[in-house]
């Protein structure tokens, strides 16, 4: 058996509001979430596309960070034009298991089905998950609560993006 990496850096996922729900606020506090991530030596991960994607994307770039889209299409162009790297699965919402299985940690601004569908599977991987309360949609929902009975990882609420940066980091 071959030796754990420990030079990896953090990869820390956030998700949320696609482009067509993604509230002001929920726009702003991803954009921080980014700009704090870009300050860190950690990775962004992203689904690579518009809304809170873009917005953590956009700040983390700013600030120098190196940011990861894995997009549900085949063609690396529909990412988000702050992507550094472009994983083009060509799978649809199933890379949303990818995307969760690549994180260390998950952070959640507001969102909708397709954030609860990649909460879950950060969930069932054990990973640890993060929600800013008040960004609305399903960061709200599950903010410092278990996603089923089995209470596997429990929900970490903050309020703000300084608090779950830091808590997706340790």
């Known amino acids: 058996m071959s030796k754990i990496n420990q030079n990896i850096k953090k990869q820390i996922l956030v998700i949320g509001y696609s482009k067509d729900n993604c509230t002001e606020k929920a726009y702003d506090l991803a954009y921080k979430v980014g700009k704090i991530i870009g ?7 992203t689904g690579g596309l518009e809304g809170v994607m873009e917005a953590a994307s956009k700040g983390s770039k700013e600030m120098g960070g190196l940011v990861v889209g894995i997009s549900p299409y085949k063609e690396k ?3 988000n034009r702050y992507c550094d790297v472009v994983i083009s699965t060509g799978i ?5 298991f990818i995307n969760a299985y ?13 954030t609860l569908t990649e909460a879950t599977a ?22 410092d609560t278990y996603l089923d009975e089995r209470k596997k990882i429990k929900i970490i609420g903050v309020d703000t993006p300084q608090i779950a940066v830091e808590e997706a980091i340790i």
Request: hydrophobic share 45%.
């Open 77 to 79: 162009t529909l990412a």
């Open 102 to 114: 690549t994180a260390d940690s998950v952070i959640i601004i507001g969102g909708g089905a397709g």
């Open 39 to 45: 300050t860190k030596d950690a990775i962004l991960i």
């Open 92 to 96: 649809g919402k199933a890379r949303d």
């Open 122 to 143: 950060a969930y069932l991987a054990g990973k640890k998950i993060i929600a800013i309360k008040g960004s609305g949609g399903v960061a709200d929902s599950i903010s």
